[in-house]
């Protein structure tokens, strides 16, 4: 929006000066030519840069021409820096493609193909034209349509600052688009070449009446389209004595500078900001919503940094667009939860406005000004909770509770310490159960507009690097034992203000700050663990062998690792950033907030590898310490909060906040190379975390519902594996523990009744990142084990403690599978036996684990410890076959362990000798013995495969098969399977024997033409039928009992009367060489039954029978009459059951014709 013209002639104005508080910069001529500048250019740049034209017009009648031409001259942006600022989304990427395409190298593109002509300055106003390169391609310059080459372009500056642009462009952005770069930079890189006039009401003044009559006239006659409308309404206007025209002293004049009274900042088009916005917002999580919506983030927090008022205004407009989003009606009228991107966006949000309001040089006026809007925010209905995981009731949509609420965290830090007297940024939501009030994302804001700076130790702090060397020291803890100034405020507020610092330019003094709470927090870490000690000798509660307690000492229920300023995190960037070295780009550049946020932490072996920034050690000015520099501070800042005990938030948002904030950290450890004093402060901080008591996460006594510390353990196990290994691994072993389940692991009545466990675990609140926590235990247990791959005393410690604490079978059968990877190099590297058998143990546990429980990796599992097994040896394998029933099913044993084991591949393997060959198949024969007893359904078959090359055991196996369908344990199926099996291995009369014991399990209905046992029942009256006479009159008898289908029976009659199929049989001079005849036993008592079960079957089917089954019933007849005349009276059978049809059922007229048609 552009400035409103001020009105020249009336000199009003107010009695204040506006300062912008931007630092001066040279004139690169003057630098390039070392000419010492002239007073009068010496004293314009300060007037153009602070004071009001408007100012110096009032006080001064008559200024001379070239003084004001010098003032108007210095008074145009001298730094491209700030052009850049407003015209790129996204000046700080680091994408070379990404560069060329914003608006700012655009216009230096054109300005350096020297597009930019026809440039005049008139006071306050520059104007020129910026044309289509010569030779353009629209690949080069899109912009540039072919109906539109030319582009007039006007700006109107003041003090240094653009304050409104337009351009003849269709251009619709945020920021300004090329043709204003390229305008703006030629006036910058060429200012004495720029004609330059004075405002053109200094000009007007020198003309007489006749002179201004015919300027107005060639106006409107050079330019009658547009002007003469305009022109001739002003002309009616000033002929009425009474308008408003006449009534207003003096007449606007564009080009003299904006009033003094009118707001002094850059041009920011807000209508093109809340569009952009509201676009970026329809389009929901995509992903080049969210990219450019963190961009403008980025450029507030780029424009805070310059000391840019249009900061705070931005985020104005970005925050009312963000609470105007559709989607907050939809989210809070359904409970729902919003989507995880966009509850990002919301929580930069709020920590932007924190940064805002927390401004140190902000006045009372501007505070109350931010605090009403804040106020009016957190009142909206749609405002998103500062707790984005609480669910409002139904009761309570109506009523939302916004007082603020004092801060309820358990940090000692605020326990010992009465100084200073701050109000603190309250805790979240994240509370046990208790009464606490709803806050939104923006209370933490409206906490900090009470906050202040005028505190006389904080300004000590602010503006001193030397010691207190006053022994008279005012305020109890203001300083530690070596005359360090300490600010022992609540870490999430005190870090809240080096944040807002630093976001504000006044990088030194968040220095000094900085370094006044790292110091505060080794005073605090050291003072615990005194208290802890003093405990421990008094006596306190018992703690488990983990080091838990169900009544701990201490605990924090709001942790600095997940907070939603993220204290540690600012700490760090803060005192880091300060030691990279020179010429290296910021943190901001390496490290994308948003994809560390989405995604896991990047370890040093990513896939996809990154620019790192490089450190060097800046000493602590005024430190008597020489090993005490920035970048070892920064480092012991993160360890501290990396390492404090903190309780597991309550929502699955929090829960995840709080593993990325820890990964984001130690992504940013590891791109530090560690030196002889930042070992020294790893071994320094590694002992007093362990030392620490339940003020640390490493240490005893600690609360059950703490956060573990796996990933935090595995960085500084492999930090200082190196240099100590000995604390590396005592860091290890403490980290390996998961409160949450070993609370219960030493209670007796849980080993009693397994599924206490999940009863005892429901009191708590539900763990969501369990499966993450899992899998970073498994990391450090798999890194552990690799470090001692050759160390036979820390191994079985290792090892011990991995089965001891990880009780996901899925995470510990992949640390075996690790362990096994790392022993048995695919590339045939040198193996590792000891950790060879380490796997092997941990495979056992998983078998145990997983026996009794369903696991969908199961069958793998089974597999992989064989495998094991086999590269362990002989003895490896044998002790998992005698041992199977603790590891195995007896389906598992006799399936893929036992045909694994007895495979050639195996043999070959294990390189055994004809004794271990033997043996290993006695031990086979064994298992497949012990299984079949106990599952003989299952595992019958198996067994007998696996014992047929020893006769005894073979036996045995038969046996125990027979015993099983005696006593009905195995199904019909199943014997008819083993059957089936026995004759195929040449054992026909113990298949025959099966086969009858099924055929007493077999039951078929006159209907049951389709059963799937009929196949069976072939098989056997086959079987019967080839091995002689008697064995089949010995099946018929069961057959006739137990089958009622006419036709299975007729089927197997027709086959019986055929000559026995031939079989290969030790007594075959028994086997039927004629067939047999169906007048005598037993072929005829099985023509008896199929006669039968058809008249029974006919009678049936003709009480329910529909007309669409006549012809069905009739070819069903015809069947039953070749049957029927199987018999020598079969035909008088028959005739008999057609009469009968036809006087039982002469109403089915129809039916009954077609039968005497087809039967007579």
Known sequence: MAAAPRLCCSRLGSNSLINSGRLLSVDSKVDEKRYPETLLDVCAKVVALHIPFQRIEERYDRIPEPVQKRIIYWSFPRNEKDICMYSSLSSDSNSCSDLQKLPFHRGLRLYESGCVESVLQVGFHLSGIVAAPKNSNNNTHPNFSENDKRCRVSITFDRCKITSVTCTCDTKDIFWCQHVVALAIYRIRNADSVRLRVPISETLLQLD????????????????????????????????????????????????????????????????????????????????????????????????????????RMLRLITEQFLADPRLVIWHSQGTPMTDKCRQLWDQLGALWVCIVLNPHCTAAERAHWKTYLEKWANMHVCPLEDADFRPMRSNNNSRRRMLVDDTSSDSSDEDNDHPKERSLSSSGHHRPGTSQL???????????????????????????????????????????????????????????????????????????????????????????????????????????????????????????????????????????????????????????NSLLNSSHLEEGSVMPRERPRYHHVPVPGSRDRSETYLSLAVEAALIGLGQQRVMPLGLYAQEKACKHEDRLITKLHDIELDGTLVAVLRKQAMLLLEGGPFSGLGCGIHPESVPMHTFAKYLFTAMLPYDSELAYSVGLRAMRLPILEEHDDNEEVAINPAMNSSVLTRYPRWFTLGHIEVQQCALASTMLSAAKSDVVKLPTVLKSAQRNIHSSSQLFKLAQDAFRIAVPADGGSRHPTLLDAA?????????????????????????????????????????????????????????????????????????????????????????????????????????????????????????????????????????????????????????????????????????????????????????????????????PLLVKNVQCATVLSDILRRCSMAAPGIATLDAKRRCIKPLSLDKPPLRQLLEAAISAYVNTTHSRLTHISPRHYGDFIEFLGKARETFLLAQDGHIQFAQLVDNMKSAYKGKKKLMLLVKERFG
């Open 209 to 312: 009446r006749q002179q201004l009559q015919k300027l107005v006239q060639y106006l409107i006659a050079e330019h009658h389209t547009e002007v003469l409308p305009t022109a001739q309404r002003l002309a009616d206007d000033i002929l009425q004595t009474k308008s408003l025209i006449n009534r207003i002293a003096g007449a606007p004049d564009p080009t003299a500078g904006a009033p003094a009274d009118e707001e002094h900042s850059w041009h920011l088009d807000e209508e093109q900001v809340g569009e952009q916005v509201r676009t970026y917002l329809s389009q929901g999580s995509y992903y080049s919503a969210n990219k450019q919506l963190n961009c403008l983030f980025s450029k507030v927090k780029e424009m805070l940094r310059a000391k840019d008022s249009n900061g705070g």
């Open 439 to 593: 806050r939104t994302i923006f209370h933490r804001a409206l906490e900090a507009c009470n906050l202040c700076w005028n505190d006389s130790h904080l300004k000590f702090i602010l503006n001193n690097d030397s010691l207190n060397l006053n022994s008279e020291t005012p305020v109890k803890g203001a300083f530690n034992s070596q005359g360090y100034p300490l600010w022992p405020e609540h870490i999430p507020t005190a870090c809240a203000r080096v944040e807002a610092l630093r976001s504000h330019g006044y990088q030194p003094e968040a220095l000094r700050l900085a370094v006044a709470i790292v110091r505060t927090m080794k005073r605090q870490q050291r003072d615990w663990q005194c208290r802890w000690q003093a405990e421990q000798d008094r006596g306190v509660a018992p703690c488990s062998s983990s080091g838990i307690t169900s009544n701990p000492l201490h605990y924090n229920q709001e942790g600095w690792i997940g907070h939603p300023l993220d204290p540690i995190g600012a700490l760090f960037d803060t005192l880091a950033e300060s030691s990279l070295l020179p010429e290296t780009p910021s943190l901001d550049q390496y490290f994308d907030v």
């Open 840 to 1036: 092997f143990q941990l495979g056992l546990q998983v078998m145990r684990m997983t026996l009794a429980s369903l696991n969908w990796r199961r069958r793998e599992m089974v597999r992989w410890l064989v495998t094991c097994a086999t590269e362990l040896g002989l003895e490896a394998v044998i002790s998992i076959i005698q041992n199977w029933y603790q590891l195995f099913s007896p389906t598992e044993a006799t399936g893929p362990v036992a045909t694994t084991v007895m495979s050639h591949a195996t043999v070959m393997r294990l390189n055994l000798d004809f004794r271990q060959q033997e043996e290993l198949a006695s031990c086979a024969r064994t298992l497949a013995l012990q299984c079949a007893t106990k599952d003989p359904p299952n595992c019958a078959l198996n067994a007998l495969t696996l014992c047929e090359s020893e006769p005894f055991a073979f036996e045995a196996a038969y046996q125990i098969v027979v015993d099983a369908a005696t006593t009905n344990v195995m199904t019909s199926s199943q014997l008819f399977t083993v059957a089936r099996y026995m004759e195929h291995r040449g054992y026909p009369h113990r298949a025959y024997k099966l086969a009858v014991l099924a055929m007493k399990g077999v039951h078929l209905a006159y209907n049951q033409d389709n059963h799937p046992a009929i196949n069976d029942i072939h098989w056997a009256c086959a079987l019967a039928h080839s091995l002689g006479k008697s064995e089949l009159t010995n099946l018929v």
